[in-house]
Protein backbone atom coordinates (compact mmCIF):
# COMPACT_ATOMS: atom_id res chain seq x y z
CA UNK A 1 0.00 0.00 0.00
CA UNK A 2 2.42 2.35 0.55
CA UNK A 3 4.53 1.52 -2.82
CA UNK A 4 1.46 2.57 -4.35
CA UNK A 5 1.19 5.53 -2.46
CA UNK A 6 4.15 6.64 -3.47
CA UNK A 7 3.67 5.77 -7.01
CA UNK A 8 0.58 8.24 -6.92
CA UNK A 9 2.65 10.88 -5.49
CA UNK A 10 5.21 10.58 -7.74
CA UNK A 11 2.03 10.92 -10.66
CA UNK A 12 0.83 13.56 -9.28
CA UNK A 13 3.91 15.53 -8.70
CA UNK A 14 4.71 14.70 -12.62
CA UNK A 15 1.69 15.70 -14.14
CA UNK A 16 2.16 19.01 -11.58
CA UNK A 17 5.18 19.64 -13.38
CA UNK A 18 4.04 19.24 -16.83
CA UNK A 19 1.32 21.69 -16.10
CA UNK A 20 3.60 24.28 -14.80
CA UNK A 21 5.64 24.23 -17.91
CA UNK A 22 2.54 24.71 -20.10
CA UNK A 23 1.82 27.44 -18.32
CA UNK A 24 5.19 29.21 -18.44
CA UNK A 25 5.50 28.38 -21.89
CA UNK A 26 2.04 30.13 -22.92
CA UNK A 27 3.09 33.11 -20.06
CA UNK A 28 6.52 33.36 -21.95
CA UNK A 29 4.50 33.90 -25.31
CA UNK A 30 2.03 36.34 -23.68
CA UNK A 31 1.75 39.81 -25.42
CA UNK A 32 4.82 38.94 -27.51
CA UNK A 33 5.63 41.20 -30.88
CA UNK A 34 8.09 40.01 -33.44
CA UNK A 35 9.52 43.53 -34.81
CA UNK A 36 12.69 44.16 -37.38
CA UNK A 37 15.21 47.09 -37.85
CA UNK A 38 17.39 47.89 -40.73
CA UNK A 39 20.30 49.67 -41.21
CA UNK A 40 22.35 50.69 -44.48
CA UNK A 41 25.61 52.96 -46.06
CA UNK A 42 27.22 52.72 -48.87
CA UNK A 43 30.49 52.49 -48.89
CA UNK A 44 33.33 53.07 -51.77
CA UNK A 45 34.90 49.66 -52.41
CA UNK A 46 38.86 49.83 -51.51
CA UNK A 47 40.18 46.06 -52.55
CA UNK A 48 40.16 44.50 -55.91
CA UNK A 49 40.26 41.08 -57.15
CA UNK A 50 41.85 39.53 -60.32
CA UNK A 51 42.03 36.57 -61.92
CA UNK A 52 44.29 35.84 -65.22
CA UNK A 53 44.81 32.77 -66.75
CA UNK A 54 47.67 31.46 -69.24
CA UNK A 55 46.12 28.97 -71.70
CA UNK A 56 48.29 26.54 -74.07
CA UNK A 57 47.79 23.56 -76.13
CA UNK A 58 50.51 20.82 -77.08
CA UNK A 59 50.57 17.19 -78.34
CA UNK A 60 52.67 15.99 -75.67
CA UNK A 61 50.95 16.63 -71.72
CA UNK A 62 54.82 17.26 -70.70
CA UNK A 63 55.35 20.49 -73.62
CA UNK A 64 51.72 21.35 -72.33
CA UNK A 65 52.73 21.59 -68.59
CA UNK A 66 56.07 23.19 -69.28
CA UNK A 67 54.34 25.77 -71.42
CA UNK A 68 52.01 26.57 -69.01
CA UNK A 69 55.34 26.64 -66.18
CA UNK A 70 56.92 29.15 -68.13
CA UNK A 71 54.06 31.69 -68.60
CA UNK A 72 53.11 31.34 -65.09
CA UNK A 73 56.79 31.69 -64.02
CA UNK A 74 57.38 34.74 -65.93
CA UNK A 75 54.15 35.87 -64.14
CA UNK A 76 54.97 35.52 -61.17
CA UNK A 77 58.06 36.96 -61.26
CA UNK A 78 56.78 40.26 -62.23
CA UNK A 79 53.22 40.34 -59.97
CA UNK A 80 55.64 39.40 -56.79
CA UNK A 81 57.70 42.02 -57.24
CA UNK A 82 54.73 44.91 -57.00
CA UNK A 83 54.61 45.88 -53.42
CA UNK A 84 50.89 45.42 -51.50
CA UNK A 85 49.54 43.18 -53.87
CA UNK A 86 48.47 39.59 -52.78
CA UNK A 87 49.56 37.20 -55.42
CA UNK A 88 48.61 33.29 -55.38
CA UNK A 89 47.86 30.41 -58.35
CA UNK A 90 45.12 28.16 -58.74
CA UNK A 91 42.51 26.40 -60.90
CA UNK A 92 45.08 24.38 -62.81
CA UNK A 93 43.60 21.90 -65.07
CA UNK A 94 44.24 19.99 -68.50
CA UNK A 95 41.79 18.08 -70.32
CA UNK A 96 41.62 16.31 -73.68
CA UNK A 97 41.21 17.14 -77.33
CA UNK A 98 39.61 15.15 -79.02
CA UNK A 99 39.22 14.39 -83.04
CA UNK A 100 37.34 10.71 -84.09
CA UNK A 101 37.37 9.16 -80.74
CA UNK A 102 41.29 9.90 -80.58
CA UNK A 103 42.98 12.33 -78.19
CA UNK A 104 44.59 14.35 -80.93
CA UNK A 105 46.26 17.24 -78.23
CA UNK A 106 45.79 18.15 -74.81
CA UNK A 107 44.90 21.95 -73.26
CA UNK A 108 45.65 23.01 -70.27
CA UNK A 109 44.71 26.62 -68.13
CA UNK A 110 46.10 27.84 -64.91
CA UNK A 111 44.79 31.13 -62.91
CA UNK A 112 46.48 33.45 -61.13
CA UNK A 113 44.57 35.90 -58.88
CA UNK A 114 46.12 39.25 -57.72
CA UNK A 115 44.07 40.75 -54.58
CA UNK A 116 44.94 44.53 -53.29
CA UNK A 117 43.81 48.28 -52.33
CA UNK A 118 46.41 50.03 -54.57
CA UNK A 119 43.98 50.11 -57.66
CA UNK A 120 46.30 51.69 -59.82
CA UNK A 121 49.37 49.23 -59.19
CA UNK A 122 47.30 46.21 -59.76
CA UNK A 123 45.73 48.33 -62.91
CA UNK A 124 49.40 48.67 -64.20
CA UNK A 125 50.40 45.15 -63.30
CA UNK A 126 47.60 43.61 -64.95
CA UNK A 127 48.45 45.71 -68.45
CA UNK A 128 51.50 44.60 -68.11
CA UNK A 129 50.77 40.46 -67.17
CA UNK A 130 48.21 40.44 -70.66
CA UNK A 131 51.08 40.35 -72.45
CA UNK A 132 50.92 36.38 -72.18
CA UNK A 133 47.83 36.05 -69.52
CA UNK A 134 44.26 36.64 -70.30
CA UNK A 135 42.05 38.42 -67.82
CA UNK A 136 38.98 36.06 -66.88
CA UNK A 137 37.09 38.09 -64.16
CA UNK A 138 38.02 41.37 -62.20
CA UNK A 139 36.07 42.90 -59.01
CA UNK A 140 36.01 45.24 -56.32
CA UNK A 141 34.79 44.57 -52.27
CA UNK A 142 35.13 46.44 -49.03
CA UNK A 143 38.00 45.33 -47.00
CA UNK A 144 37.22 43.70 -43.59
CA UNK A 145 38.85 46.29 -41.62
CA UNK A 146 36.41 49.16 -43.46
CA UNK A 147 33.12 46.52 -43.32
CA UNK A 148 33.60 46.27 -40.11
CA UNK A 149 33.99 49.73 -39.00
CA UNK A 150 30.94 50.28 -40.72
CA UNK A 151 29.22 47.48 -39.09
CA UNK A 152 29.72 48.44 -35.79
CA UNK A 153 27.88 51.66 -36.49
CA UNK A 154 25.21 50.59 -38.43
CA UNK A 155 24.66 48.46 -35.34
CA UNK A 156 24.09 51.11 -33.01
CA UNK A 157 21.89 53.07 -34.96
CA UNK A 158 19.64 49.45 -35.88
CA UNK A 159 19.50 49.10 -32.12
CA UNK A 160 18.41 52.62 -31.60
CA UNK A 161 15.79 52.19 -34.75
CA UNK A 162 15.06 48.57 -32.69
CA UNK A 163 13.86 50.61 -29.89
CA UNK A 164 12.28 53.43 -31.19
CA UNK A 165 9.48 51.08 -33.05
CA UNK A 166 9.17 48.82 -29.49
CA UNK A 167 8.03 51.84 -27.79
CA UNK A 168 5.61 53.11 -30.77
CA UNK A 169 4.07 49.88 -30.98
CA UNK A 170 4.12 49.78 -27.25
CA UNK A 171 2.85 53.40 -26.90
CA UNK A 172 -0.09 52.64 -29.49
CA UNK A 173 -1.42 49.49 -27.83
CA UNK A 174 -0.96 51.77 -24.23
CA UNK A 175 1.67 49.47 -22.61
CA UNK A 176 3.51 50.42 -19.52
CA UNK A 177 6.58 49.35 -21.38
CA UNK A 178 8.43 46.04 -22.76
CA UNK A 179 11.17 43.96 -22.07
CA UNK A 180 13.25 42.29 -25.12
CA UNK A 181 12.58 38.49 -25.12
CA UNK A 182 14.88 37.54 -28.04
CA UNK A 183 17.72 39.86 -30.23
CA UNK A 184 18.75 38.73 -33.71
CA UNK A 185 22.08 40.96 -35.22
CA UNK A 186 22.58 40.19 -39.18
CA UNK A 187 25.30 41.79 -41.49
CA UNK A 188 25.89 41.75 -45.03
CA UNK A 189 27.23 43.55 -47.99
CA UNK A 190 25.99 43.97 -51.31
CA UNK A 191 27.07 45.34 -54.71
CA UNK A 192 25.47 44.50 -58.06
CA UNK A 193 27.74 42.58 -60.03
CA UNK A 194 29.62 44.41 -63.03
CA UNK A 195 31.41 42.08 -65.60
CA UNK A 196 34.54 42.22 -66.88
CA UNK A 197 34.35 42.08 -70.42
CA UNK A 198 38.11 40.29 -71.31
CA UNK A 199 39.16 41.39 -75.33
CA UNK A 200 42.38 40.19 -77.32
CA UNK A 201 44.74 43.34 -77.01
CA UNK A 202 47.97 43.55 -79.27
CA UNK A 203 51.64 43.48 -78.50
CA UNK A 204 51.70 47.14 -78.32
CA UNK A 205 49.20 48.08 -76.01
CA UNK A 206 49.48 44.78 -73.88
CA UNK A 207 51.39 47.00 -71.37
CA UNK A 208 48.82 49.97 -71.06
CA UNK A 209 47.38 49.95 -67.34
CA UNK A 210 43.85 48.53 -67.23
CA UNK A 211 41.36 51.76 -66.07
CA UNK A 212 39.13 50.79 -63.16
CA UNK A 213 35.96 51.99 -61.49
CA UNK A 214 36.16 50.62 -58.45
CA UNK A 215 32.18 51.82 -57.54
CA UNK A 216 30.29 51.27 -54.26
CA UNK A 217 28.94 48.48 -51.81
CA UNK A 218 26.11 48.31 -49.58
CA UNK A 219 26.87 47.26 -46.17
CA UNK A 220 23.98 46.47 -43.93
CA UNK A 221 22.66 45.60 -40.67
CA UNK A 222 19.31 44.05 -39.74
CA UNK A 223 18.43 43.40 -35.70
CA UNK A 224 15.13 41.36 -35.69
CA UNK A 225 13.65 40.16 -32.13
CA UNK A 226 10.45 39.70 -30.01
CA UNK A 227 9.48 42.24 -27.20
CA UNK A 228 6.88 41.26 -24.97
CA UNK A 229 4.85 44.47 -23.52
CA UNK A 230 3.75 44.57 -20.30
CA UNK A 231 -0.36 45.60 -21.11
CA UNK A 232 -2.94 46.70 -18.61
Same mark, same amino acid.
Given at each position: ?10 ? $? ?6 ? !? ?40 ? *??? *? ?12 ? *? ?9 ? %? ?18 ? /?? $? ?9 ? %?? $? ?29 ? %? ?32 ? /? ?13 ? !??? *? ?21 ? $??
Amino acid at each position: MMRLTRGIVAG $LLAISGMV !AQVQADEDLHYNQVRLQAEQTETVSNDTMHVTLSTFAEARDP *ADL *AAAINRDMDWALQI *ASSVEGVAVST %GGYQTYPVHKDNVIKSWRGE /QN $LMLEGSDHEAI %GR $LVGTLQEKLQVKSMQFSVSDDRRRAVENRLI %GRALDAFRERAGIVGSNLEAKGYRIVELNINTSS /QRPPVPYQARMVSMD !AAA *APVVTEAGDSDVRVTISGTVELR $LP
